[in-house]
């Protein structure tokens, strides 16, 4: 349909203003053979008509990681790279289990998340162990 046979009640494409997206819409009020006012068939709001607008056709991006990716990643080699600086000088590390008592600094063997160091201990029996992949509270036996 050509803008010179549209007419109030017709049934245009408009931005609309308070659902902020593109929706159809009936025309209210023409001045002269331009689009004035439109009704929202959506939310039933009443505006100013704004053409739809063309969409832009853009060559596919790179895909950039954002700033808080830039961050994290950084953020996880140093972690990373601590925790070698930890294990690293240790031959024999200790078997983790739930029952045994850790001291700082004490190298530990979990089955599931590998080599780690005891960071902190918290009382009653919680130990605070640093993976290569996260810092983890860990349950053990009791701290005195």
């Known amino acids: 349909m ?3 046979q549209i007419e109030a009640g017709s049934s245009v494409e408009s931005q609309c203003k308070k659902c902020k997206t593109l929706t159809d819409h009936y025309v209210v009020v023409m001045v002269g053979e331009k689009i004035s006012k439109v009704e929202c068939k959506v939310c ?3 505006h100013a008509y704004a053409a739809p607008k063309a969409a832009k056709v853009k060559a596919p991006a790179t895909p950039r990681p954002k700033k808080a990716a830039l961050a994290s990643s950084k953020q996880a080699q ?3 790279e601590q925790w070698e600086k930890m ?5 024999k590390p200790l078997t983790y289990s739930m029952e045994r008592t850790f001291a700082v600094g004490d190298v530990i ?8 160091c005891v960071l902190k201990t918290m009382k009653p029996c ?4 640093h993976f290569k992949d996260a810092i983890r509270n860990m349950r053990c036996g009791m701290i005195k």
């Open 87 to 91: 294990v690293a000088p240790c031959s």
């Open 44 to 46: 039933k709001a009443r």
């Open 78 to 80: 140093a972690l990373t």
């Open 2 to 4: 050509t803008e010179h």
């Open 126 to 129: 919680t130990v605070e162990i």
């Open 109 to 116: 063997e979990h089955p599931t998340f590998g080599l780690g």
